[in-house]
Structure formats: structure tokens, C-alpha cells
């Protein structure tokens, strides 16, 4: 089946034999769905802060800065921002020439309250001679979307949204979301040094232009925020990329009988997260990021889940300490059991059948684990995974988010329970790396390998199967301690499509 030169490449690329023929048998059984509990909802799996809980995270957050505690802020920013701009695209490509559909007239309409509008004004004037307002008079349409997507223009079609001209700030000058998200380090994720340690996963046709950007930028801001910014970067690891297959599981090969790799989601970068030594690492989205006057409620909800985890995180280091020393007494256990149920919404009927020295071995299992706090937004008709209570391999039941793929579609009951969700999955999360010695988890030990994706691609004109590693939010963390915790939808702002820059929110 594999050939002395797919060989070669298994070994460049760090990809044994043996997880090729994982890969293949996994795409001829594909993953089995998650058996889900009930939709997790503000009455059930997601924590709402009251006012005197909220002041007093806020407070303890203040304190772990203070104490010297290591923070990292973790943004997932590989990538092309292509998909941003997939109907832009297909304008250049349908030969009308000009605005048909409600999105390519918003496109144009607003085309001068882009944050990027007046260096592709200056692109237009030296590609054709004229500026844009002039072009879209003489129904140029094509030449304005060109000059802005195409490599001889601002070839934002292939650049990473990190880059990308996003918003504007004073004095006519633009911000990028990797600048945003430097700014917002320094007003949550300072440390009591006043370092501000930030790490992007980036491409490597891209990381130049990063540097170049994070060398050009930082100073300027560490001055306004007298910090000092620590910025490291990482590519998607080539082992972590999955072979694809054709639509009968056979490997496929191109015209000249290669192999096709494709990376393997962002679930690939739990390795990537694993290499981060820090104790409380944020993780957000690169294209979630609004401009400094509208950053407020963000920050204080930050600031907030932080204290929260680490109250978490002081509680689970208490009972693992007593755990630790022998068989706590039965009171003692239950208030454990409690804690865990409650806050943690990790059950098990198992529980009750298991004598003391049982039930003590079960809490230190599930106590010792990476712990992270999921901020939840209510629906409003944005994207993303929901949070849900579900079931795990050992029998128990806890706090998991699931994308819909992971849901059987032809199970009446769970389609129901998905449809009665209140609250999706910004990638707003806060996360507690060490143990309570201080030692770093191994992350890759909390995996469940049975919660990746298979989906249809098309390369070349033919139809092909890829598979997705467990998400980084989702399997990948599957067997983490997790508290969903409500946020306000204020807190959520992404950009998936070019015109999302014309909300208010980004304006």
C-alpha cells in the first residue's frame, strides 16, 4: 500500500506507518456520536455571576497578577483569511461584472468604511491610473475586488486576517487584529513584571510577516501601556497532518502518485499549546477583537473568568492535597462529590455504589486534570459549538463542547435536545495548564480520540475525504475539569466575511 517514497515522506514529515493506517481505518469506521445528556443552559452547566461573585473573581485575578503567576494569551492565527472573502471571490469569477446580491452591493455601497479602504485607493491609482470612487463610476467592480484580493494588488485573498487592516484608530491610522490582541493582553494578561506574553500559531509563509509587524508595532504600544510585550510564535506540526483519502477509503494520490497531506484542523494545536509553559493561559480567536473604544465589557469578563478558574483551581488543589494524604473522612468526601457535581457538572451514577476508598481514587482522577473555564454566549444567530452535558468513555457525565457533526442527526431525542440550546461557543476560554505540585499536564494524555471529524473536500476536480483531529476546544479537551460560565454577547465580535467589518461593533 505505501510505496518506498511515501515512506520517505512518513519519515520527513514525522508520521510513522502506523498512524497512516489509524488514519485509514479510522476513516472505514468513521467516529461514533457523542450520546448527549441535555443541552447545557443557564439552569444547568452554565454559571452566572452574580454581582458580589463577579467583584470578588475580579479581585482574585488582580491578586494572581500581583502575586507573580505566569499568564500567556494563546491566539490560533494560521492561515490564509480566504474564506473571509469567499464572495468576493465568486463576484470576480461569475463574469456580471457587476453587484447582484444584497452581500456585493453592501460590499460596495460601504467600500470607503473599511479600515483598508484608502491603501487599496492608493493600489487602484497605480495599478489603473484612477481611484476606486472612479472606477466604480465607470462600473469597474471587478477591478476594485481584484486590486484588493490578487497578488499584483493587496493580495488580501491569500494573506492570514492577523495582517488584515481591520479598524480604524486616531489620526486616520489602522489597526490589524494582531495589534488588537496585543493591546488587549496588556490591559488583562499583564503579569507583575508587567510582561504581557503573547503566543500566535502562525503559517510559515506568514511568520516574516509577523515579525515584521510585532517588531514595527509592540514598542509603540508598550509605551502607551508601559508594558513589555513577549511575543512567540509556532507553525501547525507537519506529523499532526492527516492523509486523504478517496470517497472508497483508498488512499489518494495525485497525477504524479503522491500522497495529499492536509492539516488536520486546530485540533492540531493542543501539541502546539502543550509546548506553552504557563500556568493560566487565555485562548481566543484571532478575528474576535473589536477597537480599544469598545473593549470594556471584554475586559472586565476576562479578568473575571480568570479569578474564576483560579477559584476552581485553589478548591481542586485543597482536596487533591487531603486526597493525597489517605482516605479522607466521609464527610469530608461527600463535600468533594459535591463540589465536583456542582461545579464541575461532572456526574456519575457509578458514585453511589463505590465505598470509600472507591469514591476517594474516582475524585483524584477526575481532580487531577487541566482545568479550564468556557465563557457562553445566549444564541443570537452567530456560529459556533454549543455547550452541552455529555457522556464519557468511563461512564460519567460532565461539560463538553460538541460542534453539530458530533450529534446524530437521526436521533430524535438528542436532535431535540440540540435544537433546545441556549448558548454557543465563542472560543473564549481560560485555562489552568499545571497540577497542584506545580508541574506541567501533559495535554496530550486528556485527549478523546474518538471525537474528530471526516469531511468531503475537492481537490483538482475530484471528490476526496480529510480528516480533523479532535477539536482544540472540543475532543481535545475532552477530558478536562470545564466550567461554562455565561458572557455577554458583547464579548463576541468574529469576522468571517469581509462585510462583518462594517458592524458597529467594528466601526
Not at 502575586?67 to 490564509?80: C, D, M, N, Q, Y
Request: aromatic fraction near 8%; include cysteine; charged fraction near 25%.
Amino acid at each position: 500500500m505505501l510505496t518506498e517514497n511515501d515512506k520517505k515522506l512518513l519519515q520527513a514529515k514525522g508520521i510513522t506507518e502506523d498512524a497512516i493506517m489509524q488514519q485509514i481505518k479510522r476513516f472505514e469506521t468513521g467516529f461514533p456520536f457523542l450520546k448527549i445528556e441535555c443541552a447545557a443552559t443557564s439552569a444547568n452547566g452554565i454559571k452566572v455571576l452574580s454581582n458580589k461573585e463577579f467583584a470578588a473573581c475580579t479581585e482574585r485575578w488582580r491578586n494572581y497578577q500581583k502575586s507573580g503567576g505566569s499568564i500567556l494569551k494563546f491566539v490560533p492565527a494560521s492561515g490564509a483569511a480566504s474564506r473571509m472573502f469567499k464572495n468576493i471571490f465568486a463576484f470576480i469569477t461569475d463574469g456580471k461584472g457587476e453587484p447582484q446580491t444584497d452581500f456585493e452591493k453592501q460590499f460596495f455601497n460601504d467600500i470607503e468604511n473599511f479600515a483598508f479602504y484608502e491603501t487599496l485607493n492608493t493600489k487602484c491609482s497605480t495599478l489603473y491610473g484612477m481611484p476606486i470612487r472612479q472606477l466604480i463610476d465607470n462600473g469597474r467592480y471587478v477591478d476594485v475586488a481584484k486590486a484588493l484580493l490578487m497578488p499584483d494588488g493587496l493580495n488580501y485573498g491569500a494573506m492570514p486576517k492577523a495582517l488584515l487592516k481591520f479598524h480604524k484608530a486616531v489620526a486616520k491610522a489602522t489597526r490589524t487584529p494582531l495589534e488588537e490582541h496585543l493591546e488587549e493582553g496588556a490591559q488583562y494578561a499583564v503579569d507583575a513584571n508587567r510582561n504581557v506574553n503573547i503566543h500566535f500559531t502562525v503559517s510559515p509563509e506568514h511568520r516574516n510577516a509577523f515579525k515584521s509587524l510585532i517588531e514595527k508595532q509592540s514598542p509603540k504600544l508598550e509605551k502607551v501601556w508601559g508594558v513589555k510585550f513577549n511575543v512567540s510564535m509556532s507553525e501547525q506540526l507537519e506529523k499532526t497532518d492527516t492523509v486523504a483519502v478517496n470517497l472508497d477509503n483508498t488512499l489518494y494520490r495525485d497525477k504524479d502518485g503522491n500522497l495529499l497531506f492536509r492539516p488536520a484542523g486546530h485540533g492540531a494545536l493542543i501539541e502546539n499549546l502543550n509546548a506553552c509553559d504557563a500556568q493560566v493561559v487565555f485562548i481566543k480567536n484571532i478575528d474576535n477583537v473589536v477597537p480599544s473604544k469598545l473593549r470594556a465589557e471584554t475586559i472586565r469578563y476576562k479578568k473575571a473568568l480568570g479569578g474564576y478558574l483560579l477559584m476552581l483551581q485553589q478548591k481542586i488543589a485543597n482536596y487533591l492535597t487531603i486526597l493525597e494524604q489517605g482516605i479522607p473522612s466521609a464527610k469530608q468526601l461527600k463535600s468533594m462529590l459535591q463540589f465536583l457535581e456542582t461545579e464541575l457538572c461532572t456526574h456519575n451514577a457509578e458514585t453511589a455504589n463505590m465505598d470509600e476508598k472507591q469514591l476517594a481514587e474516582y475524585l483524584t482522577r477526575k481532580f487531577n486534570r487541566p482545568i479550564r473555564v468556557c465563557g457562553m454566549v445566549k444564541n443570537e444567530g452567530e456560529p459556533g459549538g454549543g455547550p452541552y452535558l455529555a457522556y464519557n468513555p468511563d461512564g460519567s457525565c460532565s461539560p463538553q463542547i460538541l460542534e453539530a457533526a458530533q450529534i446524530d442527526p437521526d436521533d430524535d431525542r438528542a436532535v431535540d435536545i440540540m435544537r433546545s440550546g441556549t448558548h454557543f461557543n465563542p472560543v473564549d476560554l481560560v485555562c489552568y495548564l499545571h497540577d497542584y505540585k506545580g508541574n506541567p499536564f501533559n495535554l496530550k494524555e486528556f485527549i478523546d480520540p474518538d471525537t474528530g471529524l471526516i469531511s468531503n473536500k475537492s481537490t483538482g476536480g475530484v471528490e476526496i475525504k480529510a480528516l480533523e483531529l479532535p477539536g482544540l476546544w472540543n475532543g481535545s479537551m475532552s477530558d478536562w475539569n470545564t466550567a461554562f460560565v455565561e458572557v455577554p454577547a458583547a464579548t463576541f465580535n468574529p469576522v468571517k466575511t469581509v462585510n462583518d467589518l462594517l458592524r458597529k461593533q467594528h466601526q
